[in-house]
């Protein structure tokens, strides 16, 4: 088989928190569902789609930077999941793209698109409705972003607080990235 090859590593230093927190969840479950929203070049779905064998992947990403490699990029992201095709769907376009998705059809939605704190709310409201109660969230770069514009911080902490007044999630994991579960929540107030 081919070995994966890229470009640049924005993943690895997460695996040992995605061995202890993502990987029992994705154990527990016949045939995960997983969507990706921002693959780039697939070194996270690759890593999933080797170490869970019935996992099924839907990756979002419209691989279309300004400069010239965004069709390198998109390339080298199907070279890399050729092996596991039949288990990945791919939707090139932007993330609202996950409108046309089912409602709590997924188990685990990772949120690393555009970093900016706009498009980290409006995936973070889509995302959560694509996920089954149980299901886990991750945000990337909670801890880190420019601070400036490319900053997802202040929108994952928005999520928190909007989601956790009706007890719809639960923090599982808060280091470089912050990671939820979705919990069945109480129901919002009638007026
Ligand atoms: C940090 S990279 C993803 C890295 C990948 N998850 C990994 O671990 O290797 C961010 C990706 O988000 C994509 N992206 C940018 N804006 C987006 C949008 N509006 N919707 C979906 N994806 C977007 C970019 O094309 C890029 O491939």
């Given at each position: 088989m081919q070995q994966p090859s890229f470009t640049t590593d924005w993943f690895s230093h997460n695996i040992p928190t995605w061995e202890q927190v993502i990987s029992p969840h994705l154990r527990s479950l016949p045939s995960p569902k997983v969507l990706e929203v921002g693959a780039f070049e697939g070194r996270s779905s690759v890593w999933l789609l080797q170490n869970f064998p019935a996992l099924?992947?839907?990756?979002?990403?419209?691989?279309?930077?300004?400069?010239?490699?965004?069709?390198?990029?998109?390339?080298?992201?199907?070279?890399?999941?050729?092996?596991?095709?039949?288990?990945?769907?791919?939707?090139?376009?932007?993330?609202?793209?996950?409108?046309?998705?089912?409602?709590?059809?997924?188990?685990?939605?990772?949120?690393?698109?555009?970093?900016?704190?706009?498009?980290?709310?409006?995936?973070?409201?889509?995302g959560f409705e694509l996920l089954k109660v149980g299901?886990?969230?991750?945000?990337?770069?909670?801890?880190?972003?420019?601070k400036t514009v490319m900053y997802p911080k202040p929108a994952v902490d928005f999520f928190h607080q909007a989601y956790g007044a009706l007890n719809?999630?639960?923090?599982?994991?808060?280091?470089?990235?912050?990671i939820?579960?979705?919990?069945?929540g109480i129901?919002?107030?009638?007026?």
């Open positions: 099924r992947l839907t990756v979002i990403d419209p691989w279309a930077f300004t400069n010239d490699a965004s069709e390198d990029t998109f390339k080298r992201f199907k070279n890399n999941v050729a092996p596991y095709s039949e288990r990945v769907s791919v939707m090139k376009g932007k993330s609202q793209l996950m409108r046309s998705l089912p409602d709590r059809e997924f188990d685990l939605v990772y949120i690393d698109g555009e970093h900016t704190s706009a498009a980290v709310i409006h995936d973070a409201v889509l299901g886990l969230m991750i945000f990337d770069d909670y801890q880190g972003g420019d719809r999630l639960e923090l599982i994991s808060d280091s470089y990235q912050r939820y579960r979705k919990t069945d129901a919002p107030p009638q007026y």
